[in-house]
């Protein structure tokens, strides 16, 4: 692995990470110093329900910019600390295999490898393909909420990184494109970017789950206006879902110290 920073490993019994493989499937966490609790109960509730052998590891810039791997400076818009350093997956996962790209404002209900069984090697990049315009000015602790095209695909991406035309995700490439070209996925033609449902990427106050319909129940929730680790949101739309995964998580944290 490419990847400065350490990562945790689920060893499951199961079918490997790569489609027909032994290798554990590749998922790369967006942090931010902010949302450290964000992280640790996303990576959570990966692990509880994953089936197959998981490597997280988390996407941190300051460690990062130790490796040489990232140097540009930080713009008023990045909300976050990876708006930018996302796009270094395929870089960090070797340019090899799939891997998957995901902010850490998320909590995952269901089994990773329902995810990874649609991956489809004739793309790629795969992504819940969403059609989103907020409401709000504002975001997370007071971030500033822009607007653009294809906004939140680049908010969990599968990615084919051995496909040739990831290839030019260099380090190079990363901290000097426009953030248009990068989020939207412009060194790719649009019929290389496959489509996963909506629910993988469900963002909390923006799409509908409909009873009876299963389809539109979440198997990821995206907090990304904001989430209830952040005092402004701690009342979001289910908000209680991700308060007991933080107090089983935190339950397994103390059980495992031995407290």
Same mark, same amino acid.
């Given at each position: 692995?490419?990847?400065?920073?350490?990562?945790?490993?689920?060893?499951?019994?199961?079918?490997?990470?790569?489609?027909?493989?032994?290798?554990?499937?590749?998922?790369?966490?967006?942090?931010?110093?902010?949302?450290? =609790? @964000?992280?640790? &109960?996303?990576?959570?509730?990966?692990?509880?329900?994953?089936?197959?052998?998981? $490597?997280?590891?988390?996407?941190?810039?300051?460690?990062?910019?130790?490796?040489?791997?990232?140097? #540009?400076? #930080?713009?008023? =818009?990045?909300?976050?600390?990876?708006?930018?350093?996302?796009?270094?997956?395929?870089?960090?996962?070797?340019?090899?295999?799939?891997?998957?790209?995901?902010?850490?404002?998320?909590?995952?209900? @269901?089994?990773?490898?329902?995810? /990874?069984?649609?991956?489809?090697?004739?793309?790629?990049?795969?992504?819940?393909?969403?059609?989103?315009? +907020?409401?709000?000015?504002?975001?997370?602790?007071?971030?500033? !909420?822009? &607007?653009? +095209? #294809?906004?939140?695909?680049?908010?969990?991406?599968?990615?084919?990184?051995?496909?040739?035309?990831?290839?030019?995700?260099?380090?190079?490439? &990363?901290?000097?494109?426009?953030?248009?070209?990068?989020?939207?996925? !412009?060194? /790719?033609?649009? !019929?290389?970017?496959?489509? &996963? +449902?909506?629910?993988?990427? %469900?963002?909390?106050?923006?799409?509908?789950?409909?009873?009876?319909?299963?389809?539109?129940?979440?198997?990821?929730?995206?907090?990304? #206006?904001?989430?209830?680790?952040?005092?402004?949101?701690?009342?979001?739309? %289910?908000?209680?879902?991700? =308060?007991?995964?933080?107090? $089983?998580?935190?339950?397994?944290?103390?059980?495992?110290?031995?407290?």
């Amino acid at each position: 692995m490419t990847m400065a920073n350490g990562g945790e490993v689920h060893p499951s019994a199961a079918n490997g990470g790569e489609k027909g493989g032994t290798k554990p499937f590749k998922i790369f966490v967006g942090y931010d110093p902010r949302e450290d =609790l @964000a992280y640790k &109960v996303c990576r959570h509730s990966i692990l509880k329900r994953s089936s197959i052998p998981v $490597e997280i590891h988390p996407i941190i810039q300051s460690d990062l910019r130790k490796s040489g791997l990232y140097w #540009r400076e #930080r713009g008023k =818009l990045e909300s976050t600390e990876f708006s930018f350093s996302r796009f270094l997956t395929p870089h960090l996962a070797d340019y090899d295999g799939w891997a998957m790209f995901v902010d850490c404002d998320f909590l995952y209900l @269901a089994d990773i490898k329902q995810l /990874l069984d649609l991956v489809d090697d004739k793309y790629a990049i795969m992504c819940v393909h969403h059609d989103y315009t +907020p409401k709000e000015t504002t975001k997370m602790d007071g971030a500033v !909420q822009t &607007v653009y +095209p #294809r906004k939140n695909w680049s908010s969990m991406v599968l990615y084919n990184c051995g496909h040739p035309k990831n290839k030019v995700l260099t380090p190079e490439v &990363v901290n000097t494109q426009t953030g248009a070209y990068l989020h939207r996925f !412009q060194w /790719l033609d649009d !019929q290389e970017i496959g489509e &996963v +449902p909506f629910a993988w990427n %469900f963002l909390e106050g923006h799409n509908k789950a409909v009873e009876g319909d299963a389809s539109t129940l979440p198997k990821a929730i995206h907090y990304t #206006r904001g989430g209830p680790w952040f005092d402004a949101w701690k009342n979001c739309e %289910f908000a209680d879902l991700w =308060l007991d995964e933080m107090e $089983e998580y935190m339950q397994d944290t103390k059980k495992s110290s031995g407290n």
